[in-house]
């Protein structure tokens, strides 16, 4: 059985102490509840990230980053390495977010060059897959996500990880657009996700792959889409941001998690 994970994303939000305070909160919220049977992931702005990984030192959350460059070191400025995350404390990185891929152009081939660069230094990344609202109402979503499993996922890895992927499927248009993926919605692509993966890299990675559901997951909804077989989690961006509705929706993923 996939342990569930639920990843907050807080994008550019949180002054440094805000961050310390919600970290804090979420930190004491998991080990006072006795949430143990789902992981759990913040994912701090850059400035953020060394008093977040401090705050929660010594609790069972862990801290990612929200990007990283795939270049080593040297003269990119305003980039961020691998090695920068891992000395500030991140165990994982959020790769190819539908932000930085509609925002920022990022493409597939960069995405597998920056999955590549953090696997190999230590980070396990997040891989996040997703079609605009133009390619679901073209009908064409599956072609799509089977384009960014190939050139993001198998463009960057000859074997998979011990233990499988984390990757995240945002549909893009249900991000921050009123519009919401129903349930068996996500689950149809989510299954779609595993069935490539076990095509490329075989049975055991796509049995052991938790692909996390990222179209707006709120308390309301959160339990609902985690009933789904193959949606293993979430990565949460806007509810991540109070304490209180991030523990609830830990709460329905642990639910989740015990009851399969
Ligand atoms: P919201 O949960 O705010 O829709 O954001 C989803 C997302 O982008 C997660 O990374």
């Known amino acids: 059985m996939r342990r569930a ?3 907050g994303n807080w994008k550019m ?3 440094i102490e805000e961050a310390r305070t919600l970290a804090r909160e979420v930190a004491e919220g998991v080990a ?3 949430l143990s049977q789902a ?14 990984v401090e705050a929660v030192s010594g609790s069972a959350v862990g801290v990612a980053g929200q990007n990283c460059s795939h270049q080593a070191d040297g003269a990119y400025t305003g980039e961020v390495s691998v090695s920068m995350l891992r000395d500030a404390g991140a165990t994982h990185v959020i790769l190819g977010h539908s932000e930085r891929r509609e925002l920022m152009g990022e493409g597939d081939g ?3 060059r920056k999955s590549k660069a953090a696997s ?3 980070l396990t990344p997040i891989i996040c897959l997703g079609e605009p609202f133009t390619t679901r109402r073209a009908g064409t979503t599956l072609a799509r996500i089977a384009h960014q499993v190939e050139h993001s996922i198998q463009g960057a890895f000859g074997s998979p990880p011990p233990g499988g992927f984390i990757v995240a499927y945002e549909p893009v248009w249900a991000i921050g657009t009123g519009l919401t993926a129903t349930p068996e919605q996500a689950q149809e692509t989510h299954a779609f996700i595993r069935e490539r993966l076990e095509a490329i890299f075989g049975l055991e990675c796509a049995q052991e792959t938790r692909i996390l559901y990222g179209g707006s997951v709120k308390p309301d909804n959160a339990a609902d889409l985690f009933a789904q077989p193959d949606i293993d989690g979430g990565l949460i961006g806007g509810a991540s941001l109070n304490s209180a509705d ?3 929706i830990i709460r329905a993923a642990q639910m989740d998690s015990a009851s399969t």
Not at 39 to 52: F, I, K, N, S, T
Request: hydrophobic share 55%.
């Open 13 to 15: 939000n949180k002054t």
């Open 120 to 122: 190999a230094g230590g």
């Open 5 to 7: 994970l639920v990843a």
């Open 39 to 52: 992981d759990v992931l913040l994912g701090p702005p850059y400035l953020a990230l060394a008093a977040v």
């Open 246 to 248: 991030f523990l609830e």
């Open 32 to 34: 006072g509840d006795g």
């Open 110 to 112: 960069l995405v597998a």
